[in-house]
């Protein structure tokens, strides 16, 4: 029970602009959290009691699912990490300094403690499948700290990680777990705007990851849903493919022309009047030390992800100027597929097969061609490939729907780590035949606090939060008239059988009834209770739902 007149933490009048979401806003007005320093935050009273609740919906379907909590520590070791080649890196770990001349990592993840904790006891294959899993504070100095509460430097994690004997056993517990993050998600009111939505997760695996993405206008990234296949990809990894044209155009003559400086496609339109859905862009590209050449539609962008998929290589980057010179012999900017050295490897993207009379640069400084036609300017390629980046109104390959296209926020993901760290840590086990095997991991992430800002990001209506009664953290905030009425009214909370733990008892004298309103409506508390001397009087106390503009008289 809290009497308001007790508590430390005041809500303001207003609300300030410090983000471009509404919700950090409305949270610090409510005294829910307070800045200590740019994306790094304190909790008060009021998001602690939010928060443990999360958590304990987590803890729940975590645990009816087999696994068991551990809490493991926030700093490692520099030789754990250099154990795993990931000590210089992972962009965003925090390298902390000691005595002795040592170094720890901050934990932004915990692969280099897990791994090592469980082979203590993986010995036999009658040992998988194991997972453990923890809620703990993470740090990252994350280059993108944007959003208020969306992308933090500290913040606090559900991560669990599981061991597998074989790919039938890896693959099924995959599936188990991702509808465990569903019951998760359903329970926290989120679960028709979540999608489980293919995503990449870099080095780890060459495998695509699963992302839990809750449909929000406040944003940071953007999901590609088929309605009626339910594919669903995050805007990095979306195959697409666009309208074949109607008609084919009869060919016009192939041209070479020179123009100093027209590089962008608003002066090839101002000198060529080619539209840019009938221009090529191409990309130089060192994968793996090996020159790559890719060309797509001018109006698309490349998606290095997806391209890095198709080559296969570990490392992708753009060409160095000198590396385009010397084997296309012109500079770049006028570097296309057309006039390559044999040994060049090319991939075309799909977006430029079905182009009639397109312009392209020429391999040759100053110059580009128009009324480019495959099967007579050029051989027409064995293969077209998909590595462009998806764009609204484009259509899903599967299905040839076109893609419903939104907003979304990240509260979870599911990825592969393969045998990546059971490897570094020698990690091995013995199966039915006693032959010694190394087992397969997953990790499984939930983004408590992000979750936390992302449910009251969600709930928010006209003025401020209105929290589910289940999620709230407080269900009961009990507005007195006159201070004699105190006694009575903690008479009647027992008579309605409120849990103490679950009541806020406002008895300030010296606070005006309608702000005491106000506050009730800024928490986001779901049932408002009032009691007054004039009702009282009749046996009856008043009850408000939280955003109703009508109240309900109830007798004693």
């Not at 493919?241 to 962008?264: G, S």
């Not at 060409?319 to 010179?325: G, L, R, Y």
Request: overall charge negative; some cysteine.
């Amino acid at each position: 029970m809290i009497y308001m007149s007790k508590f430390p933490f005041k809500t303001q009048k207003t609300a300030q602009k410090v983000s471009d979401n509404r919700s950090t806003s409305v949270l610090l007005q409510a005294w829910y959290i307070r800045q200590v320093m740019a994306w790094v935050y304190t909790y008060t009273t009021l998001w602690l009691k939010v928060l443990d609740k999360i958590k304990n919906i987590v803890r729940e379907e975590m645990d009816n699912y087999g696994a068991f909590e551990t809490l493991m520590p926030s700093l490692t070791p520099q030789e754990a990490w250099e154990k795993t080649g990931r000590w210089n890196t992972v962009d965003v770990l925090f390298h902390v300094p000691a005595a002795n001349n040592k170094e720890y990592a901050l934990n932004p993840t915990h692969e280099e403690v897990v791994t090592p904790l469980l082979w203590e006891f993986i010995k036999s294959y009658r040992d998988l499948p194991v997972c453990v899993y923890q809620i703990q504070t993470k740090f990252r100095n994350e280059k993108r700290a944007k959003s208020g509460l969306l992308r933090w430097r500290e913040f606090i994690m559900k991560d669990a990680y599981s061991f597998h004997a074989d790919n039938k056993e890896f693959v099924q517990y995959y599936e188990w777990m991702k509808q465990v993050y569903l019951n998760v998600y359903n329970r926290l009111w989120l679960g028709k705007d979540t999608y489980v939505v293919q995503a990449d997760w870099g080095s780890f695996t060459d495998k695509y990851s699963h992302e839990f993405q809750v449909r929000l206008d406040i944003w940071e990234d953007v999901v590609f849903h088929d309605n009626k296949t339910w594919d669903t990809f995050n805007k990095e990894v979306a195959p697409c493919m666009i309208p074949t044209p109607n008609t084919k155009e009869e060919l016009k003559e192939r041209q070479d022309i020179e123009a100093i400086w027209v590089i962008w496609v608003e002066a090839l339109t101002a000198k060529f009047w080619v539209p840019a859905n009938k221009s090529t862009k191409t990309m130089m590209f060192d994968a793996d030390g090996k020159f790559v050449v890719a060309s797509v539609r001018w109006d698309y962008d490349i998606n290095t992800i997806k391209l890095q998929k198709i080559l296969w290589c570990k490392s992708l980057k753009l060409a160095s100027a000198d590396m385009v010179k010397e084997i296309t012999w012109s500079e770049i900017g006028y570097a296309w597929i057309y006039n390559l050295p044999a040994s060049c490897e090319v991939y075309i993207d799909d977006s430029i097969k079905w182009l009639t009379n397109f312009e392209t640069w020429t391999n040759k400084t100053w110059y580009h061609s128009i009324n480019v036609n495959f099967g007579r300017d050029l051989e027409e390629p064995k293969q077209f490939y998909d590595f462009k980046e998806a764009k609204e109104w484009d259509k899903n390959p599967n299905s040839w729907e076109v893609y419903e296209v939104f907003k979304a926020s990240e509260v979870g993901n599911i990825f592969p780590l393969e045998t990546k760290f059971s490897k570094a840590f020698d990690v091995s086990f013995l199966d039915e035949n006693n032959t010694s095997k190394t087992p397969l991991m997953w990790c499984y992430g939930i983004w408590v606090s992000r979750l936390m800002w992302v449910i009251a990001e969600y709930f928010l209506d006209e003025i401020w939060i209105a929290w589910p009664e289940q999620l709230a953290p407080f269900s009961n905030y009990m507005v007195i008239i006159w201070d004699e009425n105190i006694n009575k009214a903690i008479e009647i909370s027992w008579k309605l059988w409120i849990n103490p733990n679950d009541l806020i008892i406002d008895d300030r004298n010296n606070v005006w009834f309608g702000q005491k309103m106000m506050d009730a409506e800024l928490i986001g508390i779901p049932n408002i209770i009032i009691i007054s001397p004039k009702t009282l009087e009749k046996g009856w106390y008043e009850i408000k739902k939280r955003g109703s503009r009508e109240s309900e008289l109830i007798k004693l």
